[in-house]
């Protein structure tokens, strides 16, 4: 699976966009691009995945590049329960759509009133 | 409606010891997830369940580490003869079937050997 690169740190106002990169340059045509985030002492939570196509729901959105090697998520309304460690993964769904998560060290955002 | 749960939320044991770590998926889930994260690491993949297919145990360590799943119900995670280097946070996670995207991960079990 592709590495990715991400910042390991960003702050945010609250109410404001919040835009995270991450750096995926070895990414496969058949590797998608997943968002978790882990809020202090929880379990990981899903937030976004995509292939190519930008994609929208009701947490946020992912701009995926044209030659995929790069992507954004974007939280559009930053709020203080947003406030987590972020975590870019690229994954290859094999036929099943299974897939085994492993997380590097993801972008803590920290989001101030 | 209900989410993952595992018990216990913290668990303390003396190096040696044998120790059971109990995940109760979502009811309906086919898929169930163990992974491993060490303080300020990222997640480690221990094992995989999916429906009656066998387990997908690459991710386990070592022969010291164990997991069973009834049916598609609830998992025991076993770690024998525990190691000061088996501290860590172990989560779990399951999956409504194959063909969806989305783990939903329970709070996990706070494993400390002393």
């Known amino acids: 699976d592709a590495k990715t690169t991400q910042p390991t740190s960003m702050d945010c106002a609250e109410g404001r966009a919040a835009n995270l990169p991450c750096n995926h340059s070895t990414i496969s045509g058949n590797e998608y691009v997943y968002w978790y985030r882990q809020i202090h002492s929880q379990g990981p939570q899903y937030i976004i995945h995509g292939l190519k196509n930008n994609e929208t729901n009701e947490m946020a959105s992912l701009i995926i590049t044209e030659d995929r090697k790069s992507s954004t998520l974007i939280l559009p309304h930053a709020t203080l329960r947003d406030t987590a460690v972020y975590y870019c993964?690229?994954?290859?769904?094999?036929?099943?759509?299974?897939?085994?998560?492993?997380f590097g060290a993801g972008t803590t955002v920290t989001v101030r009133a | 409606g209900a989410g993952v749960s595992q018990s216990p939320s913290n668990k303390v044991t003396e190096k040696g010891k044998d120790v059971e770590l109990r995940c109760d998926p979502i009811s309906g889930h086919t898929a169930l997830y163990w992974y491993r994260q060490r303080l300020g690491q990222g997640l480690e993949f221990l094992i995989y369940?999916?429906?009656?297919?066998?387990?997908?145990k690459s991710g386990l360590p070592s022969d010291r580490f164990s997991a069973e799943r009834t049916g598609e119900s609830v998992s025991t995670l076993t770690i024998q003869r525990t190691q000061q280097e088996d501290s860590a946070v172990y989560l779990c996670?399951?999956?409504?079937?194959?063909?969806?995207?989305?783990?939903?991960f329970g709070p996990g079990t706070r494993l400390t050997v002393t």
């Open positions: 369940f999916q429906g009656n297919s066998a387990p997908d």
């Open positions: 993964i690229v994954r290859v769904l094999k036929g099943s759509n299974d897939y085994k998560l492993s």
């Open positions: 996670a399951s999956k409504a079937s194959t063909y969806s995207y989305e783990q939903y």
